[in-house]
């Protein structure tokens, strides 16, 4: 059986971005209806924060990450690069396309 890295011994994120995990897209309707990956159309813009890099230093002023790591927040729809890795998709989020934390 092969050994599957850890994702957070594999990818360390840069000052200035978090690594999230996507959460899945929905596949069912509230009633129940399941619908094909091509009718989804949009990817989800929330995820789990995995890691978290350093603040980084803009005009004198220390900008941290917006969350904690394994907080869910909403990301902008086109921020982040995509990393895959094992066939799992993550993403590379700058801390400023961070748009929100769900409580």
Do not use: C, H
Request: aromatic residues 6%; hydrophobic residues 35%; neutral net charge.
């Amino acid at each position: 059986m092969a050994k599957v890295p850890n994702i957070l011994s594999t990818i360390k994120p840069t000052s200035g971005y978090v690594l999230i995990e996507p959460e899945e897209a929905t596949k069912q309707t509230t009633s129940g209806i399941y619908l094909p990956d091509s009718a989804t159309g949009d990817k989800p813009q929330q995820g789990k924060i995995l890691a978290k890099g350093a603040p980084i230093y803009q005009d004198g002023r220390e900008i941290l990450s917006p969350a904690e790591k394994g907080a869910t927040v909403i990301y902008k729809k086109w921020g982040g690069n995509e990393v895959k890795i094992d066939g799992k998709e993550y993403l590379l989020v700058k801390f400023e396309d961070v748009l929100a934390v769900i409580s």
